[in-house]
């Protein structure tokens, strides 16, 4: 069956960085991509970006760009979120979810990764 | 960018009320729409993709319609299960949100 299994809680200081990784089972690695997407306490689902698992494509939301980096390890099929600079209201959710065959959509989410950011 | 745009924020209703949740978009996006569910404390699940398409699993009370702008999910007959926090998608856009409460 399709998992996406994130990393652990992180607690951050402002201005580090983080990196969170999702490794996916179940299915061919390379023939879904995978965004992520975060939602802060409280509040609703942000979509920060996409990565293609064929070629490493990205696509960044404009609020992330600069800050944002997202990679693949095909050998054990796991895709990182790494992102930096980080400011208290980064405190968050991070999901990855798995694209859909065919339309837009994410049919298969990871459990999320909480990161806090404080001083 | 495109907007998508929920109502209500806030939904209460009672289990066997028959639910309606609007989403709109600024401009057409065709039948590109998904529908999820959210659960405190846990991911999204996706219940409608293709503005109307049912993901494998989900009640058939579940439905969704709509083209271009206007999108609806339709809960046909509330379940206790079905309290939660319901999100329409396009790409890269979510509506912010419609919670269903007791």
Known sequence: ?????????????????????C???GYRFTSHGISWVRQAPGQGLEWMGWIS????????AQKFQGRVSMSTDTSTST??????????????????ARDCDVTSCFDFWGQGSLVTVSS | DIQMTQSPSTLSASVGDRVTITCRASQSINEWLAWYQQKP??????????????ETGVPARFSGSGSGTDFTLTISRLQP?????????????????TRVEL
């Open chain 2, 81 to 97: 299960d079905d309290f939660a926090t319901y999100y329409c998608h396009h790409q890269w856009t979510f509506g912010q949100g």
């Open chain 2, 41 to 54: 404390g846990k991911a999204p699940k996706l219940l409608i993709y293709k503005a109307s398409s049912l």
């Open chain 1, 53 to 60: 698992t064929y070629n490493e494509k990205t696509d960044f």
């Open chain 1, 23 to 25: 490794k996916a089972s």
């Open chain 1, 79 to 96: 895709v990182y979120l790494e992102l930096r600079s980080l400011r208290s209201d980064d405190t968050a959710v991070y999901y990855c």
């Open chain 1, 1 to 21: 069956q399709v998992q996406l299994v994130q990393s652990g809680a992180e607690v951050k200081k402002p201005g580090a960085s983080v990196k969170v990784s």
